[in-house]
Structures are given as C-alpha cells and as structure tokens.
C-alpha cells in the first residue's frame, strides 16, 4: 500500500535554481494538493487540482507551478528557487472533495534555498 | 474567512491521563471536521472524520466530538501512552469549498 509517495524526501538548492517536487498517488483519486509548512505558520495551500489536467491556484502560489498531466500525477515546480521557499513540501490527494473525504498526505519533502 | 484556533500549542501529560485537545471554529456553516496526527518527520495522518449531521465518532482510545452550535470541536484520548506524543491537528470543511482549513496543531508529549 504506497498511498502518496512524494519524491526527493531531502533537497539543497541554490538561489536561482529550478526544481521539481514529484507526487505520486495510487489510489485513484480525483484531487491532488500541495501544502507548505512552516514553524509558526501551519499548514498553507500552495495549488490543488480536481482532476487530471486542471489546476488552480491555493493561498500562496506565487514563485510555484504545478501541472498534473496524468491522474496520478501531480508536480510542483519551482523555476527560480528562493531561500523564502524553505520549507517542507506535502502532497496530499483525496477522492473526491477534501471537504467531503479524508485526505492522504505523503511523508513531506523537505527543502533548503541557499 | 473561517478560522480555527487550536489550544494548548503544547501540551505534556504524564503517561495514563484521559486528556482533552481543543478545536474552536468561527463559521458554523461547517460541512465536517476531521482530525489528523503528526508525527516528528512524517506526514499527516487521519484519524477520525466527523460529518456535520454527526456529534461524535470513536476509534479505538480515541473519541471526537462536534458542536456547531459552539463551534467547537474536542479530541479525546484516553489512558494516554507515550505512542500517542505527536501533533494533532484539526481541520474544517465548509460546504462548497474544495479546501479544509486547518488549525496549527496542538504538540502532544506523553512521558512514561
């Protein structure tokens, strides 16, 4: 039972630098996520997605895209990496509204900018 | 905008207390409630999901409770164990919303 795998789990970047944040779910759920977290703050809303090939914006999508190209799938870009953007990084995915059904989170990806 | 507020931050309780988490919202428009736990590390897990037609729902040691009308919630653990040190988390749904809202956690430390 895989659930949400996120991938890379740890990651160092320098200022500058793009990356890709991978999420990949197994159970066939219609809605994907993507939260930060940070000491003080909780948890914030990044994007989300109601199905495959959409998307839309959370609370704080500035410096952010994502695209979910297959149902699966849902991936979170950062094209020019910030220290701002410290973080841990969680995926979560649901079947249908979170507001409706639970949501399953992945183990995080923590993420240091330089 | 709906806010919930989770009191204590912290918490430490030695091993055996029945303890009582509290979860407090403004909107009691709510569609459920659901509670998570945190682990140092890990990801969120949930525990229990309470519809807003329902007052309450049990697993195990663990007993949630739902009162629109207060706007509150509660997280009941009983005969607590140091297995049960973690964050917990609380989070709204509100009808014809896509997105929970969640409270920032209330840190649980049980020691033997």
């Known amino acids: 039972n895989a659930g949400v795998t996120q991938t890379p789990k740890f990651r160092v970047l320098k200022t500058g630098q793009s990356m890709t944040l991978l999420c990949a779910q197994d159970?066939?759920?219609?809605?994907m996520y993507w939260y930060r977290q940070d000491p003080g703050m909780g948890l914030r809303l990044i994007h989300y997605s109601v199905g495959e090939g959409t998307t839309a914006k959370g609370e704080v999508p500035d410096g952010y895209n994502v695209s979910r190209l297959k149902k699966q799938n849902f991936l979170l870009g950062l094209e020019s990496a910030a220290p701002s953007q410290t973080s841990v990084y969680f995926c979560?995915?649901?079947?249908?509204?979170?507001?409706?059904?639970?949501?399953?989170f992945g183990d995080g990806t923590r993420l240091s900018i330089l | 905008k709906q806010e919930v507020t989770q009191i204590p931050a912290a918490l430490s309780v030695p091993e055996g207390e029945n303890l009582v988490l509290n979860c407090s919202f403004t909107d009691s428009a709510i569609y459920n409630l659901q509670w998570f736990r945190q682990d140092p590390g890990k990801g969120l897990t949930s525990l229990l999901l309470i519809q807003s037609s329902q007052r309450e729902q049990t697993s195990g040691r663990l007993n949630a409770s739902l009162d629109k009308s207060s706007g509150r919630s509660t997280l009941y653990i009983a005969a607590s164990q140091p297995g049960d040190s973690a964050t917990y988390l609380c989070a709204l749904g509100l009808g014809g919303s896509y997105i929970p809202t969640f409270g920032r956690g209330t840190s649980l430390i049980v020691h033997p």
């Open positions: 159970m066939n759920h219609e809605y």
């Open positions: 979560a995915s649901s079947y249908s509204r979170a507001t409706y059904q639970p949501q399953h």
